[in-house]
T-cell receptor
Framework: EAQVTQNPRYLITVTGKKLTVTCSQN?????MSWYRQDPGLGLRQIYYSMNVEVTDKGDVPEGYKVSRKEKRNFPLILESPSPNQTSLYFCASSFKGEAFFGQGTRLTVV | QQQVKQSPQSLIVQKGGISIINCAYENTAFDYFPWYQQFPGKGPALLIA???DVSEKKEGRFTISFNKSAKQFSLHIMDSQPGDSATYFC??????????WGAGTKLIIKP
């Protein structure tokens, strides 16, 4: 089954404690991206990757890092999380603009 | 010029009615316009999409109307059902297959 898998689904953490949200896809897509979703603001792209070792900033990259060492994996790293990064995060992989989303990670930073 | 403007932000429709969500864009280089549906607790999923050389596309109760000259496109849900209650996002595909997203519309269908 074609899917994008994110982990964890839920995470509560404290300010400043580094965390990683993993994302893996089994569709051999070159394009992957991370979004955050906040009420009234829709989907805002954080980072995207057009292929292995090729990443670029989206609309809201501050406070986030990504890496793309393998085609299937695209982890999102928050090196020093802050409360304003409390949000619902989605990973997506895409083929020619058709996006497939993971189930989401609800992150709370206290 | 990269924006996609979506309205309304929220919409309440009676069961059996027609739900209409509108989007507008500026960049004439956009070449593919999908709509995504998102249920609570889930990621968005592709619902229906259209290319700019077509003025209308229908799939079951869902129709996209596309007006190239006005740079607008809309989603119509006929005979709206409570199961259609969800958040809907329009998007437009730009260069490098980047999707530019509308802000979303929360649709509630009242029984």
């Amino acid at each position: 089954e074609a899917q994008v898998t994110q982990n964890p689904r839920y995470l509560i953490t404290v300010t400043g404690k580094k965390l990683t949200v993993t994302c893996s896809q089994n569709m051999n897509h070159e394009y992957m991206s991370w979004y955050r979703q906040d009420p009234g603001l829709g989907l805002r792209q954080i980072y995207y990757s057009m292929n292995v070792e090729v990443t670029d900033k989206g609309d809201v990259p501050e406070g986030y890092k990504v890496s793309r060492k393998e085609k299937r994996n695209f982890p999102l790293i928050l090196e020093s999380p802050s409360p304003n990064q409390t949000s619902l995060y989605f990973c997506a992989s895409s083929f020619k603009g058709e996006a497939f989303f993971g189930q989401g990670t609800r992150l709370t930073v206290v | 010029q990269q924006q996609v403007k979506q309205s309304p932000q929220s919409l309440i429709v009676q069961k059996g009615g027609i739900s209409i969500i509108n989007c507008a864009y500026e960049n004439t280089a956009f070449d593919y316009f999908p709509w995504y549906q998102q249920f609570p607790g889930k990621g968005p999923a592709l619902l229906i999409a259209i290319r700019p050389d077509v003025s209308e596309k229908k799939e079951g109760r869902f129709t996209i109307s596309f007006n190239k000259s006005a740079k607008q496109f809309s989603l119509h849900i006929m005979d709206s059902q409570p199961g259609d209650s969800a958040t809907y996002f329009c998007a437009a595909r730009g260069s490098n297959y980047q999707l530019i997203w509308g802000a979303g519309t929360k649709l509630i269908i009242k029984p």
